[in-house]
Structure formats: structure tokens, C-alpha cells
């Protein structure tokens, strides 16, 4: 198992404040250990009760888990819920005229929606749906930039029983293309274009050279919201402008009550081969985990300002914008931009701003920030804080440390959360009133998640070694299936080759500590953690050989100080190797290629030519090889299986 540096030596501890502590939603570590002894004694009671108080349920029910058909577990199967009745109609009696979202746009107009405001919007577009025949069960893909307009999107859906499937606005036309294609998707919606840090990306253009192929003929309607009134192209049997749509759409629309296991949405993930994984999530399941984790990891508070900015594309923009902290009636901020834009105090204004409670963001983020302005929150009030989160791969403990100190003001807890697409909600983070930090580790489990490392036969590991992090006991906000193939969904999670598959096995490697505190080392498999977004090498491979120059290619991570990992490719030409003038062209056309291929955010960092790739006598590319060449590390490892040894020379150096 690989060991993340520095982490071993790692001993700083920071308790939390008996100030905060005493008004926390988990005030102790005996209440933590409490919740998490009531779990273990009957975890069917513990989620039946917490469904129970969190949920508005149309129709009650009677059986907390089906596990018959294990691993495809059922929560709550036989109760009727409605997942937007549950985020809006239920604050209208008592907090209608409290604001839900306080959007800012990337050149700063702010716009304020209500619970009022959001679940009129909800209902237009929802009816606006129906009558063109968008039901219960048909899949919807939204292409939208983050503004208010893209949570009214999901939540129309979920009012009707239609399934969301969110693609985030950076992929390119043919990700999203094998997305629409995937899902089925009846309908699309999206704007004419997207503004992030001032420049403009062309969402409905892309939408047309995604839908023009003849296998998306079953796309019989696309919604566009007029972001800028740039000039579109439309295609009157099919395009809609949203505010022409939704204009005449009643303000009322009663909810489609759905089963507990109803989809709510599908989201595409990277795995380490093949296509992208449609990670289906159920309603009630997914909805009790958004809100345990917004109580027990969030603290929770109603007068909390809460800002995820993570983008509606991602799990963490679903569960942590659009339902978490609505299913909660919330106030949050929405931001459309980007941290640098136009300057890197940009974060800091906004939390100064509006007076943000609660601030949960990414590591390479935090990174990106400390690099272009460590001293920049400084200049800032940012009093008004009092909790800080972090999310999507390993916080390095330099940014940590800077984050706590230098936004924080050492006064407010951060809380590491580790958790999946596949998860839903927070897996492994700490209860900030409960429990003391190590800056790097995310701690310990949430009360009721059975997490848990363990060696191939499924036998947890001592403290201190490194193992599959799994996670034992089914819970309720956990992945259902895979989008149209179950058979992957057990391979994948449930494989025979860990514990026999009885464990949901994630797919990280991990390791904890005397204390039992966990740390997580990365991935096990062939996915890298690039900005905190997870990408498949195979994917990048694959995009690579299908430009018609490449004859082969094979796609490693390497540290990156900023991004957490920097892609780089090793690739093999059809015909010559190139000449030295040569290959800065070709290395152009290819991160280029890529960038249409899959999305900018897969560009490879560095590419380097071979006239072959270092194999194993059976043909297998030796990765480990290409990793230490990727970060100039002596090759140190036995190389005597290697079909060609001498290749490892041509590759050790990039190109210049
Ligand atoms: O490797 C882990 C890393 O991100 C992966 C999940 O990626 P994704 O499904 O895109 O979801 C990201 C947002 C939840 C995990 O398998 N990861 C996520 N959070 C952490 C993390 N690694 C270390 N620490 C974390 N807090």
C-alpha cells in the first residue's frame, strides 16, 4: 500500500471549544459514542427512528430494509414521499418569507430567492413539464451553469418523479452526448451559455452537436434559460426558451408521490475501466442521509448561512446545495464564478459579504488560494464564520493548517468529509462539537456507518496498516444500482475479490491511526483525484487512441501542488517517433483533442512519446513503472519481467 507523506508524523490535535461544543447538535464524544452504540445495539431501529423524524412521509413505512436482493438494498420501501414536498412546501407554513438561496453572479449581481419565491419557480417549471408529457420515471439531463435556475431544475424533476441526471457544464459534447445516450434522456435542459470568471462557454451549442446524432432521437425537448441573449441556434420543434416555457405555468403543483426507492437522480462517475457509471440514488434513503450529515456534520443551525460551492454537476453541489440544505430550510449562498475572478479575494468577499456561517470547499481550492494570496482573508471580516469543511480528495496538512488559521482565525472547526458519489452523504468526518481534529485525517464515522479497513479476505487490518477502506453494514443513503447494468454495480462495489463481497468496498485505500482516527491514502484503483474531480485513466486513454495519429496510450497521476494530481499521458505514435520540432504540435493537438474528447479538466499536464510502452511478457502495461517515471523516481523495482527494459529510458524524461 502506498503511504501519504508527512501524515505518519502528523500530532498536532485541536480539541473543539467548549463555546462551540455547548451549543453543538453532538456536544461531546460521549454523545457521538451514544449515537453510535445505539446504532450498533439496533441499526434498524436507529435509521427507522431518524427516517421517521426527518422525513415527511405521504404514506408511512412499514419495513426499514429489504436486504432479500443484497447488494441491491431497499429502504423504507413501502413509504410515498415526495422529495421537493420535503425541501419546500414544508417551510411554507412556517417560514415562507425566510431567504432559501442568495445567489451572486459571476460579475456580482445578487438575487435573492425565498422559500416562497423557490417553490413558485419549482412549480412553473415543473407544470411547464408535465404539459409536454414529462413523467414519472422519465430521465431529464441538465446542462446548466450554477445559478438558482439550475436547483429549480433538479427540484422540478423531483416534484414530478422525473430523474435528474446533472452533467457538469465543463464536459464536452461527446461526454455529454454518451450521457444523454446512456440515460435515455427524454428531455434536456440547459441556457444559451455559461459566464465563469468572465469568459463565456457556449452550453446550447454544445447541447446541439451532442444531440445531433440520430441515437439521441428520443430527446424530444430542450429547455433553454436565457443567461446572456447570445444568438442560438433554434430548433422550433424542439427548443424552448425557459422563461417563454414556464410563463403561463401555474404557481401550484401537487407533488408526485413516490416510493421510498423511486430514483431521484443518476449521476455519471469515472471508474477504472469502461464507460462512465450512472450511480442511481433512491429518494427517502438519499434525502436521510443529506439531512443527518447537514445536522451531525454541518451543526446545523437555522440562522447558519451555508455555502457548498461545489457545482450543481457534482454529488457534492447535489446533496450539499440542492437538497441538504433545503430539506433543512436553509439559507444559502449560490455563487456562480470562479475563486480568482476578478481577484483572489473573491471567496473572501462573498463571506464577508453575506455574512456566511458555514464554508465547505475543496482542497485544491484552498491550494490555488493560498498560492495567489495567503495573506488576502486578512483583509477581510470574515467573523461571521464558524465552521469550515472540506471535501472531494485528502487535505494536505500545510493547507490545513492555513485554512484554520488564516480563514478560520483558529476559532472555527474544520470538518474533513470523506465520502462518494456512490455514497450520497458524508461517510467518515467528524462531529465538530464532538470531536477533536488531526489536520489531514477525517476521523471518525458518522454514527451508523459501519466503516471499516480490511485486507483482501475481508479482515480488518491493526491500527497503523494500510487496507480497503469498506464499509460493512448497508445505510440508507447508499448507491441503489448502475444506470441500465446491475451486473457492474456488484462488480464494482461488491467485489468477490475483497471480503467475499459482502462489503460495500469503495475503492480507497486507507489506514488508522492508534487513536483509530482514519486517513485516507487514495485510490486503489486505475482513477485519478484531478482538482479533487475523479477521473478515469482509461477514459483519458481511450480518448487519446481514438485520435487517428495514436497508436497507443496509457494515462498515470503524479503529485500536483495545486490540483492534487496532474495527468500524464504516455503515448505511442502511429508511425515515427516525432522529431523534437515535432512534438510540440503534436502535444498541442492532443491535450486539444482531449479537451474536446472528455472536458478540459482531463487535459494531460504533460505527454510524454515512446516507441513503445514498458509491458509485461503477457502484455500488460506496467503502471507502476509509468507512475515512478511520471514523478522521476529511480526505477527501484524488479524490471526483469519487462518485455522491453529499454523503453524506460526513452520515457524517463518529458519532452522539452
Ligand atoms: O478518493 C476519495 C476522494 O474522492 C473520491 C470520491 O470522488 P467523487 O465520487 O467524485 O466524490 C467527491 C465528493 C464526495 C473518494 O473515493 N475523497 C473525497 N473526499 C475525500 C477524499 N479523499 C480524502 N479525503 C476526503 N475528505
Known amino acids: ?30 454523545a457521538y459514542q451514544a449515537l453510535c452504540a445505539e446504532a450498533e445495539d439496533d441499526n434498524l431501529s436507529f435509521w427507522a427512528k431518524r427516517a421517521q423524524e426527518q422525513i415527511a412521509w405521504h404514506k408511512p413505512f412499514t419495513q426499514v430494509l429489504n436486504d432479500r436482493m443484497a447488494p441491491f438494498f431497499q429502504w423504507f420501501s413501502d413509504g410515498e414521499l415526495n422529495v421537493s414536498y420535503n425541501c419546500l412546501d414544508r417551510h411554507l407554513e412556517t417560514q415562507a418569507d425566510k431567504v432559501a438561496i442568495i445567489f451572486e453572479s459571476d460579475d456580482g449581481e445578487i ?71 446512456d440515460a435515455g434522456a427524454v428531455a434536456v435542459i440547459t441556457a444559451d451559455e455559461q459566464v465563469r470568471g468572465g469568459k463565456r462557454n457556449p452550453l446550447k451549442l454544445i447541447v446541439d452537436e451532442a444531440l445531433s446524432k ?58 477504472s ?56 430550510g436553509a439559507t444559502q449562498v449560490i455563487f456562480e464564478g470562479i475563486p480568482t475572478y476578478p481577484n483572489a479575494g473573491r471567496f473572501w468577499e462573498i463571506i464577508q459579504k453575506h455574512k456566511v456561517t458555514t464554508f465547505y470547499t475543496a482542497p485544491t481550492a484552498i491550494r490555488s488560494l493560498i498560492k495567489l494570496g495567503a495573506d488576502l482573508p486578512e483583509q477581510y471580516e470574515l467573523s461571521s464564520l464558524r465552521l469550515l469543511g472540506s ?5 494536505n496538512p500545510e493547507a490545513w493548517m492555513w ?35 488531526k489536520p489531514g485525517s477525517c476521523t471518525f464515522p458518522l454514527p451508523g456507518i459501519s466503516a471499516a479497513i480490511v485486507d483482501e479476505a475481508g479482515h480488518d487490518v491493526e491500527n497503523g496498516k494500510g487496507g480497503f477502506l469498506v ?21 464494482a462495489y461488491f467485489s468477490k475479490d475483497i471480503g467475499c463481497g459482502k462489503y460495500y468496498v469503495s475503492g480507497d485505500s486507507a489506514y488508522r491511526d492508534i487513536e483509530g482516527y482514519f486517513w485516507i491514502m487514495g485510490r486503489t484503483d486505475d482513477v485519478l483525484n484531478v482538482s479533487g474531480h475523479r477521473l478515469g485513466t482509461m477514459e483519458i486513454e481511450s480518448a487519446l487512441v481514438a485520435h487517428p495519429s495514436v497508436a497507443e496510450a496509457a494515462v498515470v497521476g503524479k503529485p500536483h501542488e495545486i490540483k492534487g494530481e496532474a495527468v500524464i499521458a504516455f503515448v505511442v505514435l502511429k508511425g515515427q517517433y ?56 529511480e526505477i527501484t523495482q524488479d524490471v526483469s519481467t519487462l518485455e522491453n527494459p529499454a523503453i524506460l529510458e526513452q520515457l524517463k524524461y518529458p519532452e522539452k
Open 111 to 181: 438575487i435573492r430567492s425565498t422559500y416562497h419565491d423557490l417553490h413558485q419557480r419549482v412549480c412553473k417549471l415543473a407544470n411547464a413539464l408535465k404539459s409536454q408529457n414529462i413523467n414519472k420515471g422519465d430521465r431529464v439531463v441538465i446542462y446548466m451553469p450554477m445559478r438558482i435556475e439550475a436547483v429549480v431544475a433538479m427540484q422540478a424533476c423531483a416534484r414530478i418523479g422525473a430523474i435528474h441526471s446533472v452533467v457538469f457544464g465543463g464536459f464536452s459534447a461527446k461526454s455529454l452526448h454518451e450521457r444523454i445516450q
Open 1 to 30: 500500500m502506498p503511504t501519504i507523506e508527512s501524515i505518519l508524523k502528523e500530532t498536532r490535535i485541536f480539541s473543539p471549544a467548549k463555546e462551540f461544543s455547548s451549543k453543538a447538535n453532538i456536544p461531546s464524544f460521549e
Open 578 to 633: 516525432p522529431h523534437a520540432e515535432e512534438i510540440t504540435q503534436i502535444t498541442h493537438t492532443l491535450r486539444e483533442w482531449v479537451a474536446k474528447e472528455i472536458g478540459p479538466i482531463a487535459k494531460p499536464d504533460e505527454i510524454r512519446f515512446g516507441e513503445n510502452l514498458p509491458k509485461t511478457r503477457s502484455g500488460k502495461i506496467m503502471r507502476r513503472l509509468l507512475r515512478s517515471l511520471a514523478k522521476g523516481e
Open 214 to 271: 440520430a441515437d439521441t432521437a428520443f430527446v424530444r425537448l430542450v429547455v433553454v434559460y436565457q443567461r446572456t441573449g447570445a444568438d442560438i441556434r433554434f430548433d422550433p420543434a424542439r427548443d424552448v426558451w425557459w422563461h417563454e416555457f414556464t410563463e403561463n405555468a401555474g404557481l401550484q403543483c401537487e407533488p408526485e408521490w413516490v416510493g421510498a426507492e423511486h430514483p431521484l437522480f443518476t449521476l455519471y462517475t469515472s471508474g
Open 471 to 491: 464499509i460493512k453494514k448497508p445505510f440508507p443513503s447508499q448507491i441503489r444500482t448502475l444506470w441500465g447494468d446491475s451486473e457492474r454495480f456488484k462488480e
Open 273 to 328: 475501466t469502461g464507460k462512465p457509471k450512472g450511480v442511481q440514488h433512491s429518494s427517502a434513503g438519499y434525502l436521510l442521509g443529506t439531512k443527518e450529515s447537514m445536522q451531525w456534520i454541518f451543526d446545523y443551525k437555522p440562522a447558519d448561512v451555508f455555502w457548498c460551492t461545489a457545482d450543481v454537476g457534482w454529488i457534492t453541489g447535489h446533496s450539499y446545495v440542492a437538497y441538504g440544505p433545503l430539506a433543512m
Open 403 to 437: 485554512f484554520y488559521e488564516k480563514v478560520g482565525r483558529s476559532r472555527c472547526p474544520i470538518v474533513d468529509t470523506w465520502w462518494q458519489t456512490e455514497t450520497g452523504s458524508h461517510m467518515i468526518a467528524p462531529a465538530p462539537g464532538a470531536i477533536a481534529l
Open 391 to 395: 471535501v472531494g480528495e485528502p487535505i
